[in-house]
């Protein structure tokens, strides 16, 4: 499967935040073996999707830059779109977008949150796309100092990202993505619901 997404020049970074029963060491071993430009970041407290993946990002020496969370939930298929949106210089930031497929695949609570949220969005930001919360996105190397001044640690970075781009004068295109078959979402932690407000609430006064 990891040959299937990389070939052997592409450089994969896995930012391990906290421990982990879904990482072993045999899972590094394999991957290290697979792809020579493997690096693996650790450190023992979870802080955070966004502060993981900026440290992800900050080691990144790539011309293209794609990220995603840590089970490959999307296609290959859509890997490779992202990619190639970039590799043909349609945009500086490819940003994945969910369809209604997506949604049939969600409890109520999760698909109420993700659509309210779509609507704030297109309410009070001017930004190119109102999904900012699919984890599937890529970026020119020249963006890498647009993400490393994000400062929001969990979720909402990815909106904090795409609005800083897009006032800097950055190209931003969608680009529709598909699940893969069989994904399951782990519950939400509402106790994150209210930080993350108060970080919207942040965003549309900057």
Known sequence: EVNAIFNADSELILVQDGYSTHISAQDIACLEKALPHF???YYPENKGKGY???QG???AGGELI???DIDFPYTTDSIRKIYDTLNAGNCDLAVGVKDEVY???TNAARKFISKTLRSMIRTFFSIPVDDTQCGLKGFKHELKPVFAHTTINRYLFDLEFIRNAHKQGYSIQAVP???NE???FRRINYRILIPEFINL???TLK
């Open 182 to 184: 069989g994904v399951q």
């Open 52 to 54: 993981a993946i900026r």
């Open 66 to 68: 794609i990220y995603t």
């Open 201 to 203: 609430i942040k965003l």
């Open 39 to 41: 690096k693996h970041i």
């Open 177 to 179: 993505i598909k699940l």
């Open 103 to 105: 949604y049939k695949h």
């Open 57 to 59: 990002v900050k080691d």
